[in-house]
């Protein structure tokens, strides 16, 4: 694990400390959206399903500051451009994300929203309600087993998100319904689309031999529309992308053009 992972994950359990266990479940939400089901619809029109990311910092860079009325306002401008969900940072230090983004965006949008964080604890399942929680196996080893089953039980989808076969069986061994393959290795922060063209595959292989169909989301790296199509003709049934929208001149053109990918 890279150092700035490592760093990430100390920080992140001197979150969990201060967690007030009985603010807990205040946000929770009352309609869940079925993303697996708006995967299937917008890949039956031919288009992309983009998950598209308000996202104001990476670990190594300032991206923008993204309060939370602006937070509302961009996921807007991507759900109106196609997006099939925005996802929402709720780190706090290095990615400068916030519960509060996440509360404005799913209040104004309604596709799924997506909780990105460093998930390590199940108080933060019952933190805050969101459609989708994204559990890193590689942070969580083969706990991520009992946090799909707790997200599950409060009515949340898990994204299992894997970079290597280990943690792809790990997913796999789970029931959860989408697997996001990230094309960034956590272990030198560096990015190769090809890991989705060697895991989706695999994940495919496990379906037809099991009688299962997962979700396949690609991570990291994706920039333009070339990416996309490598992507998914992989075997990806789906794109989670930040970077490349939120540095854009244009939020709405930019998602516009990844959901548009393959027309």
Do not use: W
């Amino acid at each position: 694990m890279h150092s700035v992972i490592q760093d990430i994950i100390k920080s992140t359990e001197e979150r969990v400390k201060l967690i007030n266990h009985s603010q807990c479940d205040r946000y929770s939400s009352s309609e869940k959206r079925d993303i697996v089901a708006a995967i299937e619809k917008k890949r039956q029109e031919g288009k992309v399903a983009v998950i598209a990311e308000v996202k104001p910092a990476s670990p190594r860079r300032k991206l923008k500051d993204i309060p939370p009325e602006d937070a509302a306002v961009i996921a807007k401008l991507m759900e109106d451009a196609g997006a099939v969900a925005i996802s929402v940072l709720t780190e706090p230090q290095f990615f400068r994300g916030s519960l509060d983004n996440l509360l404005a965006v799913r209040e104004t949008v309604s596709i799924p929203v997506l909780r990105k964080d460093f998930i390590i604890n199940g108080i933060q399942i019952e933190e805050v309600g969101s459609d989708i929680v994204l559990l890193i196996a590689s942070v969580l080893g083969e706990s991520v087993r009992e946090m799909v089953r707790l997200v599950r039980s409060k009515g949340m989808e898990p994204l299992v998100e894997v970079h290597n076969k280990e943690e792809l069986d790990i997913a796999l061994s789970t029931d959860a319904r989408l697997i996001g393959v990230n094309n960034r290795d956590l272990s030198t922060l560096e990015t190769d689309l090809e890991v989705t063209s060697r895991l989706a595959p695999l994940i495919r292989k496990y379906d037809t031999e099991n009688g299962t169909r997962h979700m396949i989301i690609s991570e990291s790296g994706i920039s333009n529309a070339a990416d996309v199509r490598k992507v998914i003709e992989a075997g990806a049934d789906g794109i989670l992308v930040g970077t490349s929208i939120i540095e854009s001149d244009d939020v709405y053109a930019k998602t516009k053009e990844l959901v548009e990918a393959l027309r």
